[in-house]
Nanobody
Framework: QVQLVESGGGLVQAGGSLRLSCAAS????????MGWFRQAPGKEREFVAT????????GYADSVKGRFTISRDNAKNTVYLQMNSLKPEDTAVYSC????????????WGQGTQVTVSS
């Protein structure tokens, strides 16, 4: 079982930056691949970024590539999402998720943190 708690959301002007954090419980954090997802009002949840268990491999949605960076610190059981050059369309609830390396779908989800980008 993994529990995930996000933090770092808030209100920022377009062009600004935020760094989200996702703290995970448990001693096996380093065995999980992690991801960030977001859901805007009236829209379906969408993939944002993913990082492998070791941090050696990352992937991004086209809409955030070049602006967002996912990283992890396995010693701190934490995954981060650095968001730069934010746009109003980035406004959403951002959630982190975890999955075991042997599993395709994400198994554990956090409650989410609100990010609002004003124009």
């Amino acid at each position: 079982q993994v529990q995930l708690v996000e933090s770092g959301g808030g209100l920022v002007q377009a062009g600004g930056s935020l760094r989200l954090s996702c703290a995970a419980s448990g001693r096996t954090f380093s065995s999980y691949a992690m991801g960030w997802f977001r859901q805007a009002p009236g829209k379906e949840r969408e993939f944002v970024a993913t990082i492998s268990w070791s941090g050696g491999s990352t992937g991004y949605a086209d809409s955030v590539k070049g602006r967002f960076t996912i990283s992890r610190d396995n010693a701190k059981n934490t995954v981060y999402l650095q968001m730069n050059s934010l746009k109003p369309e980035d406004t959403a609830v951002y959630s982190c998720a975890a999955r075991r390396r042997s599993v395709r779908d994400y198994e554990y989800w956090g409650q989410g943190t609100q990010v609002t980008v004003s124009s």
